[in-house]
């Protein structure tokens, strides 16, 4: 499907001085026409006032103030980075809870596999549903539930009471990020600079959230406990469910009308493709989890993978003759739709892996306390933030192909840096320009394709359209930590790796080269120009046949 070339509009930017030497000969009553009409110098700034006001792009009307949109997009920021939060607090706690529970390696690999698996396989249906039912009251419910399961993990007296309930937490967390994506996308339906802005805070969701759970969630566990950093999580997520009754606006797919007759919709629900979904990418992930440490060529792991892989392939083929799919099978056929996925899901997979790796190495290698690995990774929180405001000033300006290129270019170069890290290395030398490398790329790929996978379905899709995007996350990080343990394990127990303990990291960060290198060389064949421009509009002159490009501002008020 390719986009509608008014998704992807373009401006032609003029100077203020130009624009008023036009307006001062091109209107008819103007004073070098008529000698008459003098424009006063308080009239002069009201307009360029206005100009700026309408380039940077007017509030969606669903919020009653800037305050309250500027909360939502926070609110919906927060909520992107649930399940990656989450993960990065899986990391850092994992020698103290192993320890306190009992855990082995494999059950340890669980906590975070078990909510990526439950998040990954009700992505879909839960976008879908929200889209039908109500993305506020879904958001609403998510936060508040997620809050409570935290709660209960930080009382965990076993490992099979932690996984059930990380499991759980999974779904919570299905059930947030699709609404937050459907509202957003939804209420900035006008391409601006102001949407621009708004998607680039949003996009430091995923990234961001993996950095800050392991930061805050490290001086947590220092300070106190393992347990202490899941009652954080749960008291943060409590203020953020109170927060967002008020912070989110009532941006629904439907007409106020009471449950029973929006129940009404769920006949059109993809049941079958829902089912698939769910036990195809739940027995995927699980077999790719358990493969590293199982072993391959058992027979329940190629179980897993096989069935798995089928579920998936019939699921493909149902959705193209349903009449109202999960996934619909048309956007797959824009170029740079499966292009962009592909190199996202690329680029996360080496950013996971290098991340998770590293935190590995400062806490198995160096022998840093929790405190001292977040304090290592801090810069990887300000640069992250620092990078997505850059990200949000570019994207209208640079192409996005360019962009996409660089953030490819900037996970290679960080994936290298890694793998010649040694036990001496000097942290400012390759460690640090390696961690703003990493975020950098994650922040620009993220910023392009949020944008341009939310202009891919129509407005009454936009939570399905969050559901299909990080269903491709969700999966494309349990993939690659069951590819990177199954190098380290494997190098792990070779003669070179128990006589070299870097020789397994180096491994693992040369895996996360490779899939850097291989989004690079996919990334040039994207065809995008810039995203967030305002329509333009071409209006006849009175005494010129020739047409004009006028603002989306100035083009929006003469339609009023």
Not at 130 to 138: F, I, N, T, V
Not at 294 to 304: E, F, K, M, N, S
Not at 478 to 497: C, D, N, Q, R, Y
Request: glycine share 8%; with cysteine; aromatic share 10%.
């Amino acid at each position: 499907m390719a986009i509608p070339p008014e998704q992807h509009p373009e401006i032609t930017e003029v100077s203020l001085e130009q624009a008023e030497s036009d307006e001062m000969k091109g209107t008819p009553n103007s004073s070098s026409l008529h000698g008459d009409a003098v424009v006063s110098d308080e009239e002069q700034d009201l307009s360029r006032l206005e100009r700026i006001k309408t380039h940077f792009g007017d509030r969606p009307e669903c919020f009653k103030n800037t305050f309250q949109e500027v909360s939502f997009v926070f609110q919906a920021t927060v909520a992107t980075a649930t399940t990656s939060f989450l993960m990065g607090l899986s990391l850092i706690i994992t020698v103290p809870v192993s320890k306190d529970l009992g855990m082995t390696q494999g059950e340890i690999a669980w906590i975070t596999a078990s909510t990526s698996l439950v998040a990954g396989a009700f992505q879909l249906a839960l976008g879908q549903l929200a889209d039908m039912l109500g993305r506020k009251p879904m958001f609403i419910t998510g936060m508040g539930t997620f809050s409570a399961f935290v709660l209960l993990v930080a009382f965990s007296q076993n490992p099979f009471w932690m996984l059930i309930v990380c499991g759980i937490l999974g779904a919570c967390s299905a059930m947030v990020v699709p609404p937050a994506i459907g509202i957003l996308g939804a209420a900035y339906t006008v391409p601006s600079k102001r949407k621009n802005m708004a998607f680039s805070a949003f996009s430091a969701g995923n990234p961001l959230g993996f950095v800050f759970g392991i930061i805050l969630c490290g001086i947590a566990t220092q300070l106190s406990s393992w347990r202490a950093a899941f009652i954080m999580l749960c008291i943060i997520w409590a203020i953020f469910t109170v927060h967002a009754i008020w912070a989110v606006p009532n941006v629904e797919n439907f007409d106020r009308a009471p449950l029973r007759e929006r129940l009404g919709t769920l006949k059109h629900f993809d049941y079958v493709g829902t089912i698939l979904t769910i036990f195809g990418t739940g027995m995927f992930t699980a077999g790719l989890t358990l493969g590293p440490e199982d072993g391959w060529t058992r027979p329940h792991v190629l179980a897993l993978l096989i069935v798995g892989i089928a579920l998936l392939v019939i699921f493909i083929f149902w959705e193209r003759i349903f009449p109202n799919p999960l996934m619909p099978p048309h956007i797959w056929t824009d170029r740079n739709f499966s292009l962009i996925i592909a190199v996202v899901l690329l680029g996360m997979m080496s950013f996971t892996a290098s991340v998770f790796w590293t935190a590995f190495f400062l806490q198995e290698i160096k022998h840093f306390s929790t405190l001292i690995v977040a304090v290592h990774l801090l810069p990887m929180a300000i640069a992250g933030i620092i990078w997505n405001i850059v990200a949000g000033r570019i994207l209208h300006r640079v192409s996005n192909t360019m962009i996409m290129v660089v953030g490819a270019a900037c996970y290679v170069g960080a994936s290298l840096l890694f793998s010649f890290m040694t036990p001496e290395s000097n942290y400012w030398a390759l460690m640090f320009p390696a961690l703003i490398l990493n975020v950098c790329g994650s922040d620009f790929q993220f910023n392009v394709a949020n944008m341009y996978v939310m202009q891919s379905l129509p407005k009454h899709q936009q939570s399905l359209a969050g559901g299909i995007f990080n269903v491709v996350i969700r999966l494309s990080q349990t993939a690659v930590m069951g590819i990177s343990t199954a190098v380290f394990s494997s190098v792990e127990l070779t003669p070179e790796g128990m006589a070299d303990p870097m020789l397994k990291f180096t491994r693992t960060f040369q895996v996360s080269v490779a899939l850097a290198a291989v989004g690079l060389l996919i990334s040039p064949f994207i065809r995008l120009g810039t995203q967030g421009n305002h329509p333009k509009e071409e209006v006849q002159e009175p005494d010129k046949s020739k047409t004009v490009a006028a603002s989306a501002g100035e083009s929006g008020l003469e339609e009023k």
